[in-house]
């Protein structure tokens, strides 16, 4: 979970949160409708008045202004005070999920510290790695719950690295396969334009002789 969150990004998992919670019956969902309603309506009016001459159609110019600054002053209340609800919304997000991942790690660790997750056959390993492996307060010979956390999100992260890899790499060759079949087709093509005029330059030949 750690490490989904730092892939994809706190700020991108927030936002993701925050538009499923306007899908819901919120107390915001209303107000974000009607926010994206004057923000068309600001769009619109602004085309009108850049394609209406403020000199040869005054009047209209100026009640299209007067109509745009409205929209415009209540889309700005509007986005103001969603905003100031969405920074509560995600600094409330940030503790849970903190809570939820590192916090929970931490409870984990403290709770389970002299645990020991499993056994190393004695003798496996010198007496300095078997200290290591139970590191904080482990017993000795056995691995801690810390050295098992930092290990399988060490293996974690390899095998992120490694799927982001082999996508890119097959991104890249399905991107070249493409590329080569395209590239066949306008080599065939080339051919047959070329096929079919070199008889009529043969001909043309002939009838000079």
């Known amino acids: 979970m750690i490490h989904l969150v730092n892939t994809v990004g706190a700020g991108a998992i927030n936002d993701l949160l925050w538009m499923l919670y306007n899908k819901l019956p919120t107390s915001t969902a209303a107000d974000v409708r009607s926010q994206t309603k004057l923000r068309r309506e600001v769009q619109r009016l602004h085309r009108e008045m850049k394609g209406t001459s403020s000199q040869d159609e005054f009047a209209r110019w100026a009640k299209l202004r007067r109509q745009h600054d409205k929209a415009s002053a209540e889309y700005d209340q509007k986005a103001q005070s969603l905003q100031t609800f969405k920074t509560s919304f995600d600094r409330t997000v940030?503790?849970?999920?903190?809570?939820?991942?590192?916090?929970?790690?931490f409870f984990l660790q403290f709770w389970y510290a002299k645990q020991p997750l499993f056994w190393l056959p004695r003798g496996w390993v010198p007496s300095y790695v078997e200290w290591i492996l139970a590191f904080?307060?482990?017993?000795?010979?056995?691995?801690?719950v810390q050295v098992w956390g930092v290990a399988c999100a060490s293996i974690i992260r390899l095998v992120g690295a490694a799927a982001v890899a082999g996508w890119i790499l097959l991104g890249k060759n399905m991107m070249g396969s493409r590329t080569a079949k395209r590239a066949m087709k306008m080599g065939g093509r080339n051919g047959a334009e070329h096929r079919e005029s070199a008889p009529a330059g043969g001909r043309g030949g002939k009838k000079e002789l």
């Open 94 to 105: 940030t503790v849970l999920r903190w809570l939820c991942t590192n916090g929970l790690r």
């Open 136 to 144: 904080p307060r482990a017993p000795t010979g056995s691995v801690s």
